[in-house]
């Protein structure tokens, strides 16, 4: 017997998912027609507005002071939280500012994805490192030297690093981890920017922001802009 889905046509369209449990603000656009599981929830738009809007700190403010929360403070964003939200309509000039940064957005995160998977891979493959661990996982955050060292911890004991090696090791992190680290810096300034213009999309004055701020949740979507 299979279950009746109703709605199963709603996944090839462009939509906005999102994770019933969700530790962080991660609201993402799907154009490739992917099909989620029952952890996650799905909203038919493409809507960069309504995305930037969803992954603000404002929005994530709001989530955690009007939805319930689990273990380790996560938030459960089931339909019933989710479906009445407050979404301020935009002015023009305020959307016209907003569509370009999250399309910029959306192009770092797939170059980022992209870079960390080739890389990964070649770790995984040709430096013979199955369990890669947390640190090599999110590698651009090391510097080379302990990239480098990471890499020594988690081969194989019986396998040692020549100077051939070596040198390959730190070619690889130089074609990878500058570039992905000038991306992050690129995201997290227009991040800024568009918690400032979705801030002036709800009217909020600078008064309320300071107090968002002053009282904010954990994890925030972004630091606090100074």
């Known amino acids: 017997m299979q279950d009746a889905v109703d709605y199963w046509e709603l996944f090839?369209?462009?939509?906005?998912?999102?994770?019933?449990?969700?530790?962080?603000?991660?609201?993402?656009?799907?154009?490739?027609?992917?099909?989620?599981n029952d952890l996650c929830f799905i909203l038919q738009s493409n809507d960069?507005?309504?995305?930037?809007?969803l992954n603000s700190p404002m929005m994530w403010y709001y989530l955690?002071?009007?939805?319930?929360?689990?273990?380790?403070?996560?938030?459960?964003?089931?339909?019933?939280?989710?479906?009445?939200?407050?979404?301020?309509?935009?002015?023009?000039?305020?959307?016209?500012?907003?569509?370009?940064?999250?399309?910029?957005?959306?192009e770092i995160t797939q170059q980022n994805q992209a870079?960390?998977?080739?890389?990964?891979?070649?770790?995984?493959?040709?430096?013979?490192?199955?369990?890669?661990?947390q640190k090599l996982e999110n590698f651009a955050s090391l510097d080379r030297d302990q990239f480098v060292q990471e890499v020594r911890a988690r081969k194989p004991k019986t396998e040692s690093l020549s100077p051939k090696g070596l040198k390959?090791?730190?070619?690889?992190?130089?074609?990878?981890?500058?570039?992905?680290?000038?991306?992050n810096a690129e995201a997290l300034t227009l991040e800024i920017q568009l918690s400032d213009l979705v801030n002036q999309a709800y009217g909020l004055t600078p008064e309320e922001i300071d107090l968002m701020w002053k009282t904010a949740p954990p994890r925030m979507p972004i630091p606090r802009p100074f």
Do not use: M
Not at 19 to 34: I, N, Q, V
Not at 65 to 90: F, G, M, Q, W
């Open 48 to 53: 960069q507005y309504l995305l930037a809007v």
């Open 115 to 133: 870079s960390h998977r080739e890389l990964l891979d070649w770790l995984q493959t040709e430096q013979n490192i199955p369990k890669l661990g």
């Open 168 to 183: 390959e090791l730190r070619e690889a992190y130089q074609d990878y981890a500058p570039q992905i680290q000038a991306r």
């Open 12 to 36: 090839e369209y462009p939509k906005i998912v999102w994770k019933d449990l969700s530790t962080y603000s991660e609201f993402c656009l799907d154009l490739a027609g992917t099909f989620t």
């Open 64 to 106: 955690f002071r009007n939805t319930i929360y689990r273990i380790n403070e996560t938030l459960r964003l089931k339909n019933i939280y989710t479906e009445s939200l407050p979404i301020a309509l935009p002015t023009d000039q305020i959307k016209s500012q907003i569509e370009p940064k999250v399309s910029r957005l959306i």
